[in-house]
């Protein structure tokens, strides 16, 4: 098979990045080739764990094995951050039908407000149950989420927030 030449954008909070995340930038670079990944604020979310300088710097490292990426932080539509970058079209990862319908009408709104159009991947079946919130909230007690997340972000969590003395193991 060529190699791909498309240059795809991938927008998300990435409060953290974990591994879900990292799933879908490999896919992408697979199918598609160079992913711009635009780290954002998203407006009906809580204020972050992380700033976005943070969250950039986290993703850089934990997405230095794939190539051909390229991560910028962006302040704004994520159809603007589509059309800064040069991208083709956007890409956005499926976790569950939930995901699809918040996907779908935003990639409606987005095509009709720019004509830029967005392309969903599935996330792989062992990591459709994981998400940035509920890491945020079990690592904040000190519990063990280094398997969700990508090394840098889990060293970074460990930092912030000690192993708690008393926490279980994980059940097997
Ligand atoms: O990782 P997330 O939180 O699901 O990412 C959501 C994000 C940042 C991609 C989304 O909130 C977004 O596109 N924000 C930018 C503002 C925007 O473009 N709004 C119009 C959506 S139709």
New binding site residues.
Partial sequence: MSRPTCRVLY?????PMHLGHVDVVEQAAELFGTVVIAA??????PSGMFTVDQRVAMITESIAHVPGVEVHPFD?????AAIEFGADFMV?GLRNGGDFEIEQ??AH??HSVSGVRTVYVPCRPEQVFVS?RFIREIAQYGREVSHLVPKPVAAELARLFPPTEAAPEIRS
């Fill in positions: 927008p998300g909070s990435f409060d954002m604020h998203n407006p009906s979310k704004g539509l994520a159809v603007d956005k009408q935003m709104t987005n940035s």
